[in-house]
T-cell receptor, first 112, second 114 residues
Framework: RKEVEQDPGPFNVPEGATVAFNCTYS??????FFWYRQDCRKEPKLLMS???SGNEDGRFTAQLNRASQYISLLIRDSKLSDSATYLC?????????????FGTGTRLKVLA | EAQVTQNPRYLITVTGKKLTVTCSQN?????MSWYRQDPGLGLRQIYY???????DKGDVPEGYKVSRKEKRNFPLILESPSPNQTSLYFC?????????????FGPGTRLTVL
């Protein structure tokens, strides 16, 4: 099983749609969770951190389910500019290491 | 402007010719890291550094070296590049590792080893 797993997509959705992505992780000791956005061939940029109680930033909502070891990202009222690859990131701070594990990304295309 | 810079942005080289990719940040960040990104494999961490003179292996360190002599710089060294190191490389920095800190990424270096 991969340490961090995402559905690669692509998710093709019309403008205005609501879309949700899930990401599963294998390390039950992980404490930090993030969603990054990456535009084609550009550097990843933080979209939002994911907190235990869930958090919202405008049209974006992130949730963490520790029992089932997954995090989710919900995008409401999709815009054309939301088209990108969304990367799930989980920490691996076990055994004295301070590493980050990235999922392979979920590609979103918002269609006019 | 707060940023992470990498040089060169593009590099084509031949097998066995030593090269260095530089990375510099101006945010006084303690934590710095190198990743490589390959189709279908996502970003994988090569090496990271918690602070000056403190470096450690990530998940794919073979064939790479790093150093952290100054806080702002974290060069990636390929002593004898091979074609399987052809990839897109990103440097990143953040406030101390071990906390929920945002990583800031450089623009990437596209390396081709022939």
């Amino acid at each position: 099983r991969k340490e961090v797993e995402q559905d690669p997509g692509p998710f093709n959705v019309p403008e205005g749609a609501t879309v949700a992505f899930n990401c599963t992780y294998s390390n039950s000791a992980s404490q930090s969770f993030f969603w990054y956005r990456q535009d084609c061939r550009k550097e990843p940029k933080l979209l939002m951190s994911v907190y235990s109680s869930g958090n919202e930033d405008g049209r974006f909502t992130a949730q963490l389910n520790r029992a089932s070891q997954y995090i989710s990202l919900l995008i409401r009222d999709s815009k054309l500019s939301d088209s990108a690859t969304y990367l799930c990131v989980v920490d691996d701070f076990t055994s004295g290491t301070y590493k980050y594990i990235f999922g392979t990304g979920t590609r979103l295309k918002v269609l006019a | 402007e707060a940023q992470v810079t990498q040089n060169p942005r593009y590099l084509i080289t031949v097998t066995g010719k030593k090269l260095t990719v530089t990375c510099s940040q101006n945010m006084n960040h303690e934590y710095m890291s190198w990743y490589r990104q390959d189709p279908g494999l996502g970003l994988r961490q090569i090496y990271y550094s918690m602070n000056v003179e403190v470096t450690d292996k990530g998940d794919v360190p073979e064939g790479y070296k790093v150093s952290r002599k100054e806080k702002r710089n974290f060069p990636l060294i390929l002593e004898s590049p091979s074609p399987n190191q052809t990839s897109l490389y990103f440097c990143a920095s953040s406030l101390p590792g071990g906390e929920r800190n945002e990583q800031f990424f450089g623009p990437g270096t596209r390396l081709t080893v022939l």
